[in-house]
């Protein structure tokens, strides 16, 4: 039996979400995978608490009300020691940070967890991390 990730240093932080569902939808997810915070950066945007409780399942209702918002990317990760950043992206993003696979990175993570504040990020679902997102990965 291998360790874990350390679940409670891990924060699933969505970046500018396109829909409200989604939100709820991230909220889901991340209660199924142990993961006990989101964060949800609105830049200014309101989103439609109603909706996102109603995708996110009466399992998820105080999750729900625990999420942080913000309105800056930076500011949400000011907290955190260790940044994951997805894209869809495997060319030259004149980054230079390591691209690897969602199997390797969790298997990464289980030691990163334990002694460092873990963000997972997102961006919008209809086009992701833009390079300037990613640097702080």
């Known amino acids: 039996m291998g360790d874990k990730v350390t679940t409670k240093n891990v924060t699933i932080v969505f970046n500018k979400p396109k829909y409200s ?41 105080s999750f729900i009300e625990e999420m942080c918002y913000f309105d800056r990317l930076d500011s ?39 002694e460092n504040n873990v963000a997972l990020l997102f961006g919008p679902e209809d086009r992701g991390l833009t390079n300037d997102e990613l640097r702080y990965c």
């Open 76 to 114: 949400a990760l000011s907290q955190f020691n260790y940044i994951v950043g997805t894209t869809a992206r495997t060319g030259n993003t004149n980054l230079k940070r390591s691209i690897t696979t969602p199997r390797k990175m969790a298997e990464q993570l289980t030691s990163i967890s334990y």
């Open 21 to 61: 569902a989604n939100i709820g939808l991230a909220a889901r997810c991340a209660i199924n995978m142990g993961i006990e915070r989101l964060f949800v950066i609105t830049n200014g945007r309101q989103y439609d608490k109603d909706e996102i409780k109603r995708t996110a399942t009466h399992y998820a209702s």
